[in-house]
């Protein structure tokens, strides 16, 4: 049930990271962070976050295709040696992108920022696993949330909404193992879910049709 959750947001795509459609498409996205945070109304700060994102978006592009055409020419020996390179010189980027947003932003909206580059997966997701499983300690919460963070911090710097997601399966994975450990049958955990949402969705059609004035 919870895959479902990650479902793939396709973003436009091009092949010159320098062109009208791109920049254009990326000041679109830049614009709906700035607009997601509430800072609109701030024109300079709007301004300033806007082209630290816009550079975010361009240099991660430059970043991953760069990688890319040189694991293409180079053989599977020297592969390895090739991702590791390019994982250092994004994780600069990250934090160097990071420090910049914190010099304009609140923390807590710096927190809304990797949230609405990453498709709201963490708050989404993290809803989800209290809803299947309403019996959550905090410690187990805490585990979670703290998962899907982390997740989130590589999730960010993803070339694709694919890797993205593919980032956010992987951890979830690792979640899903945690809490079999701790002693949930996940199986009848997402068979109960299921039962209970549709129920509500049963009772939500019910109360619609109810209020439903007549002629």
Same mark, same amino acid.
């Given at each position: 049930?919870l !895959?479902? /959750?990650?479902?793939?947001h ?13 920049t254009?498409?990326?000041?679109? *996205? ?12 701030d ?6 976050? *806007?082209?630290? /994102? &816009?550079?975010q978006?361009?240099? !991660? *592009?430059a ?10 020419a180079?053989?599977?020996?020297a592969?390895a040696?090739?991702k590791? @390179?390019s ?5 600069? /980027?990250h ?7 914190s010099a ?5 909206q &710096?927190?809304?920022v ?13 809803? @989800? ?8 300690? #905090?410690p ?8 899907l963070? #982390?997740?989130? #911090? ?7 909404s694919?890797?993205?997601? @593919?980032v956010?399966?992987k ?8 809490l079999?450990k ?12 299921a039962? *209970?949402?549709k129920?509500?969705e ?5 109360q619609?049709? #109810?209020?439903?004035?007549?002629n």
């Amino acid at each position: 049930m919870l !895959l479902a /959750l990650l479902a793939t947001h396709a973003g436009a795509q091009t092949t010159n990271p320098d062109d009208a459609a791109y920049t254009a498409d990326i000041t679109k *996205r830049a614009d709906e962070v700035i607009k997601f945070i509430g800072i609109e109304g701030d024109a300079a700060k709007a301004d300033h976050v *806007r082209a630290t /994102l &816009v550079n975010q978006y361009r240099s !991660l *592009r430059a970043l991953h295709d760069a990688r890319d055409a040189k694991l293409k020419a180079t053989d599977d020996a020297a592969k390895a040696e090739v991702k590791s @390179a390019s994982e250092a010189d994004i994780k600069k /980027l990250h934090d160097e992108f990071l420090t910049k947003l914190s010099a304009d932003l609140s923390p807590e909206q &710096v927190e809304k920022v990797k949230d609405k580059m990453t498709y709201n997966v963490v708050p989404i997701t993290y809803a @989800a696993f209290q809803d299947m499983i309403p019996t959550l300690t #905090e410690p187990q919460k805490a585990y979670i949330l703290a998962q899907l963070k #982390e997740a989130r #911090e590589i999730a960010m710097d993803g070339g694709t909404s694919k890797e993205k997601h @593919a980032v956010f399966g992987k951890y979830k994975g690792r979640i899903n193992n945690y809490l079999s450990k701790e002693g949930y049958d996940l199986k009848q955990a997402n068979k109960d879910w299921a039962g *209970r949402r549709k129920a509500r969705e049963a009772g939500d059609k019910q109360q619609a049709s #109810e209020q439903k004035p007549t002629n």
